[in-house]
């Protein structure tokens, strides 16, 4: 994985010269020029979640340029590293696991060449184990105040 400080970028300048740009531009302004504005800049996830970031200083140069800096700053590569194992914390030389406890195809990750699926989905099912029995009252929560004596 590349190491890309992403202020110090051609994209990264270019944003903040279009962040100087829009500074005093109100959101009001932004509706008022484009009648499409929540549309262009809103998504829904089926009928789940809808995600609305019209009421953003957002444009469609400043996307653009958003995208500038991704590929600048080789995102796709960083993620495609991330989800291949690969150590790319550097501070503490390992492997970002994050996409690990949300596989839910248990498709093989592996680290140092070791598939650790199985390991996280063991530590998944006894913290379901443990919530399942809070929740179903057979363990039983005691109060801070209460002593155990």
């Given at each position: ?31 008022a020029k484009d009648g499409?504005r929540f549309s262009k ?45 690969e150590k790319i914390n ?60």
């Open positions: 994985m590349k190491n890309i400080n992403p202020t110090q970028t051609a994209a990264w300048q270019a944003l903040q010269k279009h962040f100087d740009e829009m500074k005093d531009v109100t959101i009001a302004d932004l509706f499409d800049f809103s998504a829904t996830f089926g009928d789940q979640m809808l995600v609305d970031y019209s009421k953003n200083r957002i444009t469609e140069e400043t996307l653009a340029k958003l995208q500038d800096l991704a590929k600048e700053c080789d995102l796709a590569g960083a993620i495609k590293s991330m989800f291949s194992g550097r501070t503490e030389n390992r492997a970002v696991l994050h996409v690990a406890l949300r596989n839910r195809s248990n498709t093989p990750i592996l680290v140092d060449g070791k598939d650790v699926m199985p390991e996280v989905n063991a530590v998944l099912e006894k913290m379901k184990t443990f919530s399942e029995a809070i929740i179903s009252g057979e363990w039983k929560v005691i109060p801070a105040k209460q002593s155990l004596t």
